[in-house]
């Protein structure tokens, strides 16, 4: 295995929708203070994407944007690996090598594949049950320590840790097998308009999610509308969701504790609570914002840093897949 000194972390997203508060608060706030301590790599999972049906201008224009807002939220393409899954052809060349070391037994007993295909009955194709090992590819190219997952991953790290292990059973050392990478848990932002469910880039209901580009009068209506309680006490309860969840936002966005805030907001009316919420996420946003278009408005700029991205991301991934490929008994490929 090559020597680092810094442990690897790979973490991709999917282009499903526009960021939302809750991805940057949950994911990419933290992403953010990873590449300071990590070696990062930054994948915008284009192909996993296509697993369910894409407008393919709008696919286009949803990982541009992805990838734009991964670099204005404060990801440094220098520092780290930004690059689109769809790029390193490596990703495909493994995930059908590993298609054929995992079991129809183990992909049916993932429950993303069993959620997706009775969301999508009418297009159960073999991406979405082989979704898996395509994942797995991506994780073990990169001969990566650390995955930073949510819930909803974690059985997906799983059967990538397992696929590994059978793996360099049967060949000899190949992949470095992947931990979880447990950071500080960001916070969990839940949907402003149902609060016992998470708040999700592919919600079809918009008032439900603040996306981080969203303008600023949106932001404060959206949050203005969100669904609290009848009563009048800004206090952090799971009988509250509404609340907690404002809370958990306000908190997310100023870096206060759930008690400071709790404190600040004794005794003022849910009206005025909502106000502060909603200028506090504004104000974290601005920034971003100004980024981002920025960033548009250098269009040539971006595009070099896709282009090292991919260069650099598919040298790490050359490595593995030659590896692999030398071990299974395919012949050298001539680069
Ligand atoms: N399946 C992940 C999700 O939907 C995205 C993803 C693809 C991923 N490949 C990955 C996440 C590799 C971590 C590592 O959230």
Redesign the pocket.
């Known amino acids: 295995m090559e020597t680092q000194e810094k442990k690897r972390i790979?973490?991709?997203?999917?282009p499903s929708g526009m960021i939302t508060l809750g991805n940057f608060l949950g994911a990419l706030n933290n992403w953010n203070q990873m590449q300071e301590e990590y070696d990062c790599i930054f994948?915008v999972?284009n192909m996993?994407a296509i697993t369910v049906r894409q407008d393919p201008a709008e696919l286009r224009k949803r990982c541009r944007d992805l990838i734009t807002q991964f670099i204005a939220v404060g990801l440094d393409p220098e520092k780290n690996i930004i690059y689109y899954q769809s790029h390193v052809p490596a990703h495909a060349q493994l995930g059908w090598i590993l298609d054929c070391y995992t079991y129809m037994g183990e992909l049916s007993r993932m429950t993303q594949f069993k959620d997706k295909s009775a969301k999508h009955a009418d297009n159960i194709n073999a991406g979405l049950f082989t979704y898996p090992s395509l994942?797995a590819a991506?994780?073990l190219l990169y001969q990566t320590d650390l995955?930073p997952?949510g819930e909803d991953?974690r059985q997906?790290l799983e059967i990538t840790r397992d696929i590994g292990e059978r793996f360099n059973g049967l060949y000899g050392e190949t992949f470095r097998i992947p931990e979880a990478y447990i950071g500080k848990v960001g916070a969990r932002v839940m949907a402003l308009q149902d609060p016992t469910k998470k708040m999700s880039k592919s919600d079809e209901n918009k008032n439900n999610t603040i996306a981080i580009l969203d303008d600023p009068a949106v932001i404060m209506n959206k949050v203005k509308r969100a669904v609290t309680d009848s009563e009048n006490e800004v206090r952090f309860a799971e009988e509250k969701p509404g609340i907690s969840n404002l809370l958990s936002i306000y908190s997310g966005v100023t870096g206060k504790t759930i008690a400071e805030a709790e404190k600040e907001f004794a005794g003022v009316g849910y009206g005025a609570f909502k106000n502060a919420v909603g200028e506090a996420v504004v104000a974290k946003l601005e920034p971003i914002q100004k980024n981002f278009k920025d960033l548009q408005n250098n269009k040539d700029y971006l595009d070099a840093i896709i282009k090292e991205g991919a260069q650099k991301a598919e040298r790490i991934a050359n490595r593995t897949l030659d590896k692999v490929q030398k071990k299974i008994g395919f012949p050298l490929t001539i680069r």
């Open positions: 790979y973490s991709a997203m999917q994948c999972a996993h994942m991506d994780i995955v997952v991953q997906h």
